[in-house]
């Protein structure tokens, strides 16, 4: 029924999307580029494209709950080891994500996937990879009890913040205990618990909405907003390529979980995905192809609603500040854009074989298209990783 559905939306879209191309493909050259014709296409594609559509300040937050959110959100103190906070795993420097394949919490453990990046989380409505979380709040409350993250109790982190006094390091701190004690009081009347913390740090994160960026700027109708290579793969993205279907404007994402045929990165382990064995035989059994990597992603925390779009999906990322980001996909195993286009683009091509799910479709749709090798072209990849840069927020506007 889901597929039905699924497939009677991309028909939809893919229709649009060859009147698109036809459209585009004669005058996709650099200088005498159709800026105004490739608008109106994306427009018929999406009627609200551009962050002009997103009402930033729309949420409720207080801009001293949101100082104390941060101030939480970038304290080490809050893990029992003292060294790891929040801000350790999503760093600002790059997009808020970790540059590490899997980010290690207190005393070297680490986790399962890479951390992703925090910005735009304001206007979703699944968290984690997997989607396991349904809201910020709750999400708050995992790392800090997690034993992978910060492997602390919320009795110790409340002695903290009510107190000064550190107790699983035996340290005190008394500048930063007077900080917090006047923050909560003004923003929560002193009332200092799990909840008024969560709820801090939640709005905080609701406060990293990436700025405009120059695709922003090109949507509202500057020509110049992005160079030549960029409209090029910005033609592809929403055309040729079909990224906008899962990547979609305003903020990149369709906020769905999809399998893109990521391979494993090898770190994978079952005793990593306890559980995931059993699913991935059940899975086999009903018929489905299951791939090499354990993690099965959405699978484990939706099983069986529907195995073949369910099975190894992620949740798609936001590509807003992409760029910034040091390491890709749910498991990090790309260090680049530019290996991300080649996957996509071997995926495409056939030269990968192709996996269950979802991207299964748009390949064969493709395919049927535009012949065996999807259709890449000569420069493709350097026009896709150049577009990529347009969704970067430009601080000063
Ligand atoms: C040791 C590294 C680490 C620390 C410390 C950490 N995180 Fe994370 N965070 C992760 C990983 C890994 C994921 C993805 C896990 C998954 O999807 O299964 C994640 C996911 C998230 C998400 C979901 C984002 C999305 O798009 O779905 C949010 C929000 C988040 N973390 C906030 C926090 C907050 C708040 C703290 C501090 C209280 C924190 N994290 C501490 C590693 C970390
Ligand atoms: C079928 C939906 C779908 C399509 C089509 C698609 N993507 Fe993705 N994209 C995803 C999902 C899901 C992920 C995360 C996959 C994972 O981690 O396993 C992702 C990840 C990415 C990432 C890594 C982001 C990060 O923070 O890790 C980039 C960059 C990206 N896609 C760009 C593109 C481009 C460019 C195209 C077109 C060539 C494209 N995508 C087509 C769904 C899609």
């Not at 382990?269 to 559980?275: E, H, I, K, M, Q």
């Not at 590509?319 to 071997?346: I, K, P, Q, S």
């Amino acid at each position: 029924m889901a597929a039905d559905r699924l497939m009677g939306r991309v028909a939809t879209r893919c229709v649009l999307v060859v009147i698109a191309l036809v459209a585009v493909r004669p005058v996709a050259m650099a200088d005498d580029f159709d800026d105004a014709g490739l608008r109106a296409q994306i427009a018929a594609l999406y009627p609200d494209p551009g962050r002009e559509g997103v009402d930033a300040t729309a949420n409720p937050s207080r801009a001293e709950l949101i100082a104390l959110g941060r101030a939480l959100f970038f304290d080490p103190y809050l893990s029992n080891c003292g060294t790891v906070a929040c801000a350790s795993c999503h760093q600002p420097s790059v997009g808020w994500s970790s540059p590490d394949e899997i980010a290690s919490g207190c005393n070297g453990r680490v986790g399962r996937r890479r951390a992703p990046s925090i910005e735009n989380v304001a206007f979703q409505r699944h968290f984690f990879w997997d989607g396991r979380v349904s809201s910020l709040e709750e999400q708050a409350f995992g790392p800090i009890i997690s034993t992978s993250e910060m492997a602390n109790s919320w009795e110790a982190v409340l002695t903290y913040l009510t107190s000064g006094r550190h107790e699983p390091t035996e340290t005190v701190h008394p500048t930063r205990h007077s900080a917090y004690a006047d923050s909560f009081r003004r923003v929560f009347q002193g009332e200092i618990t799990a909840t008024t913390v969560a709820r801090a740090i939640a709005a905080f994160e609701r406060s990293l909405v990436p700025g405009r960026a120059p695709i922003d700027r090109w949507l509202a109708g500057e020509d110049d907003a992005l160079e030549p290579t960029q409209k090029r793969g910005l033609a592809l993205f929403f055309g040729r390529a079909n990224c906008s279907v899962c990547h979609s404007p305003p903020h990149y994402t369709d906020d769905r979980f999809h399998n893109v045929g990521v391979p494993a990165a090898g770190f994978e382990t079952d005793a990593l995905f306890p559980g995931n064995g059993e699913i991935r035989r059940i899975v086999a059994a009903n018929g489905w192809r299951v791939g090499d990597d354990v993690d099965v992603g959405r699978q484990a925390a939706a099983p069986f609603e529907s195995p073949e779009l369910a099975l190894g999906a992620f949740k798609t990322p936001s590509l807003r500040n992409v760029a910034r980001r040091a390491r890709f996909m749910h498991n990090g195993v790309f260090t680049t854009l530019a290996d991300v286009m080649r996957h996509y683009e071997a995926t495409a091509s056939g030269d990968h074989d192709p996996v269950v799910g979802e991207l299964a479709f748009y390949v064969r749709y493709r395919k049927a298209l535009f012949g065996p090798r999807g259709g890449g072209e000569a420069g493709d990849i350097e026009a896709m990783v150049a577009l990529m840069g347009a969704f970067n927020a430009e601080p000063h506007r």
